[in-house]
């Protein structure tokens, strides 16, 4: 979540006013299972209040899965597809592993999101498709019309992930209500898997929501929501072909994010982008398709792979320079991690979610390396060395002494992460966005939603790695559709529809035309125009629900500034341009003008205009 418009990013303004709370090293520390089940609890816990009914959520749509109760510095009181479906994905496995009582939860998701899937948006609506790739709304269920980097092309694909995994398991009942419910939530991921069939060869903003490209989180999580997407559609008798012609596509380009050294978090980007690729939106990605049933693939990037593993000790290095708390590690020691090097929000700091991640991924190789061979070779000694500083190459077969030692050495270093995660944690065990580079003070969101999940599914794969505990389920990494396809670009157009048997309402129009303003208005840097009119679409007139325009193809010759719009058709709006000042003062135009929407074309597609407007006083 974040701070994320290209503006803020470039202001490169720290967030001033964040109040460091006091930090108790090692309240809660000490590594190990006890330390382990505590905060664990108190991460469940975390999640639970924060959704709407929950006791940190009031106000919240119930069933609304809120990012942060905070709500200043900053402002996380909104739902954000990505956050709410990664921590759906936790609530799923727990249930399937018998924790009953979160069965309500799943369903108040389905439902909620039902009606999210029919809310259009700034990035736009149902018909086209394009509304899905909206990051956030509001927790009331209402579209979120401010500046954002969208769309956000992740969401439905992690969305469809948790769904599958549910539909799984009510389609593995004997109880036919089960299988009547898995109908009814096919409806909900079928919107998102067509979504993905025809959008994943588009660019969009990344995980952290600054970088306009294409993002190897985005490309695995929707690679993997299409091959299990496939195999649940299979089972249930739908026409699945769309998935099945694009996933060995997109296997294909993932391929592309592979430098030889490690993973770039974002490729085709737009001029201008310069950093390394190294980025925990890769660490992220291998933990969120990994596949129990998998081998040590390079191609799916399984967290035992060499890819992985050489990207990981790339990725642990990076800071280890450059944060002052982790001034004193040695070579082999644990270090607090964050999102990348050149990051700068609130002064680019280590999280929570990434130091978890590192362990998170360790315990997961380790249960990969039980029914694997570990083959150390010249690429990953490095790695190994790292956490075992007396590894040589060689081929370490399950059950022999010295793959055990690896082993046990993998699992201490995951916990080694985990202990240094705990000296950052406060008394209380809660779990904020961010700690601090200097002190480790916690900063940013409180309570964050994705901190206690991502706590709750690092401590059900250590879990599973000591063999104390269930996995998570396979998606389907070893199957037909995992394997290499030939390299093309590709879209197929499907067909939205409102998942009405699974609560949505059934008023979103059919089809929907995207609409180009483009506007002539002289303006100096720091000046910014909006578009609001008088449908809910554009913002009923309300200056902070006005639509920002984009002076990407701004020039002193043609001073364009330019609004892209989806407006259901035939319907006529009223709407007028303002522009707002870097004091934050707003000129309204002194005109009201009135636009007729033509009517979409006959098949039903999205249809197009363009409206060439020139901006009328006050002002240039
Ligand atoms: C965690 O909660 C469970 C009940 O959900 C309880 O049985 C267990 O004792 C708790 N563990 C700790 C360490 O508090
Ligand atoms: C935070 O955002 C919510 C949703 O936009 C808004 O209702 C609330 O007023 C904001 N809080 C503050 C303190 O600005
Ligand atoms: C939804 O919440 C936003 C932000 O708090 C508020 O501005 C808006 O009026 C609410 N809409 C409805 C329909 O309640
Ligand atoms: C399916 O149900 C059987 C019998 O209840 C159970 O053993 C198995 O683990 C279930 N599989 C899944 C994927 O839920
Ligand atoms: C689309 O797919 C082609 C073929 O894999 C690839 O070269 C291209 O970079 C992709 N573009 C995007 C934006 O995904
Ligand atoms: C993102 O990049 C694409 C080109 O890949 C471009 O068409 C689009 O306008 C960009 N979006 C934004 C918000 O800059
Ligand atoms: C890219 O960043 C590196 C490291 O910060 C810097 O040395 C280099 O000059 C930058 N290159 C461009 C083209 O901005
Ligand atoms: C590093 O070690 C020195 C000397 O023991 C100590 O004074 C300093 O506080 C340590 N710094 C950190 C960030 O742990
Ligand atoms: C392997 O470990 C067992 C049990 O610790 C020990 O008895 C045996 O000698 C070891 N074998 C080798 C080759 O080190
Ligand atoms: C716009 O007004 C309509 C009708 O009053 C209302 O239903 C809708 O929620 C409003 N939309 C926004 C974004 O405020
Ligand atoms: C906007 O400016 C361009 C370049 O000067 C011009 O060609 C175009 O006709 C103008 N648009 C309108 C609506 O006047
Ligand atoms: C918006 O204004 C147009 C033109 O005045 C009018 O025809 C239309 O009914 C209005 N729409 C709404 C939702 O009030």
Not at 381 to 396: I, K, N
Request: proline share 6%; charged share 15%.
């Amino acid at each position: 979540m974040l701070l994320q418009t290209i503006l803020t990013a470039l202001a490169a303004t720290p967030l001033h006013g964040v109040v460091a709370k006091p930090l108790h090293p090692r309240q809660i520390a000490q590594p190990g299972p006890s330390n382990i089940e505590t905060e664990y609890n108190i991460s469940i816990q975390g999640v639970l209040d924060n959704i709407g009914g929950g006791s940190k959520a009031s106000g919240v749509y119930t069933g609304v899965i809120l990012a942060s109760p905070s709500t200043q510095e900053p402002n996380y009181s909104y739902t954000w597809t990505r956050d709410a479906a990664l921590t759906m994905k936790m609530i799923v496995e727990d249930f399937i592993h018998g924790r009953t009582s979160f069965r309500e939860q799943i369903q108040l998701y389905v439902s909620t999101q039902a009606i999210l899937q029919t809310v259009s948006n700034p990035s736009g609506a149902l018909g086209s498709g394009r509304g899905l790739g909206e990051p956030k709304y509001y927790s009331n269920l209402t579209r979120f019309n401010g500046d954002w980097g969208r769309p956000q092309r992740d969401g439905p694909a992690l969305r469809a992930t948790a769904l599958i995994t549910y539909s799984r398991w009510l389609l593995n009942s004997t109880d036919t209500a089960n299988h009547d419910e898995a109908n009814n939530v096919w409806d909900v991921i079928q919107n998102d898997l067509i979504y993905v069939a025809q959008y994943w060869n588009q660019t969009g903003f990344d995980l952290w929501e600054e970088v306009n490209g294409s993002s190897f989180f985005a490309s695995a999580v929707q690679h993997r929501a299409l091959v299990e997407g496939a195999a649940l559609g299979k089972l249930l008798g739908k026409d699945v072909s769309a998935y099945e012609s694009q996933a060995p596509n997109m296997l294909c380009f993932l391929q592309s994010y592979w430098n030889g050294e490690y993973i770039l978090a974002n490729i085709n980007t737009e001029p201008g982008f310069n950093r390394t690729g190294i980025d925990a939106n890769s660490v992220l990605g291998v933990i969120t398709t990994y596949d129990p049933e998998a081998s040590c693939d390079d191609s799916t990037f399984q967290p035992c792979s060499d890819r992985s593993l050489m990207n990981l000790k790339a990725y642990i290095d990076v800071f280890r320079a450059i944060y002052t708390i982790n001034k004193n590690a040695t070579a082999t020691d644990a270090v607090a991690v964050g999102r990348y090097a050149e990051d700068i929000y609130v002064d680019g700091n280590p999280w929570y979610i990434t130091t978890l991640a590192v362990a998170e991924i360790l315990y997961y190789a380790k249960a990969q390396w039980a029914n694997n061979d570990i083959v150390i070779t010249d690429r990953t000694l490095p790695f190994w060395q790292y956490v075992y500083p007396s590894a040589q190459e060689g081929t370490y077969k399950p059950g022999q002494n010295e793959t055990d030692h690896l082993l046990a050495a993998i699992v201490d270093t995951g916990d080694s992460f985990v202990d240094k995660t705990f000296e950052y944690i406060p008394e209380g065990g809660g779990l904020a966005e961010q700690f601090s580079r200097e002190n480790g003070a916690p900063l940013s969101a409180r309570d964050l939603t994705w901190s206690y999940a991502a706590f709750a599914t690092m401590r059900n794969a250590r879990v599973a790695a000591l063999d104390n505990g269930p996995s998570v389920q396979s998606w389907g990494a070893p199957s037909k559709l995992a394997r290499f396809g030939t390299c093309s670009p590709g879209s197929i157009t499907g067909t939205y529809k409102p998942a009405v048997n699974a609560g949505a309402p059934d008023t979103a129009p059919p089809c929907t035309v995207l609409i180009t303003f483009n506007l002539n208005a002289t303006t100096f840097y720091g000046e910014n125009l909006y578009l609001f009119g008088n449908t809910s679409d554009l913002g009923n007139f309300s200056v902070n629900d006005a639509l920002a325009g984009t002076a990407k193809e701004y020039t002193d010759e043609h001073p364009l500034w330019k609004f892209v719009v989806e407006l259901p058709p035939a319907e006529t709006v009223e709407y007028s341009y303002l522009r707002k000042e870097p004091d934050a003062s707003v000129i309204v135009e002194t005109v009201h003008r009135a636009f007729a929407v033509p009517g979409c074309p006959a098949d039903g597609s999205l249809g197009d205009a363009l409206v060439e407007d020139v901006w009328v006083a006050p002002g240039k």
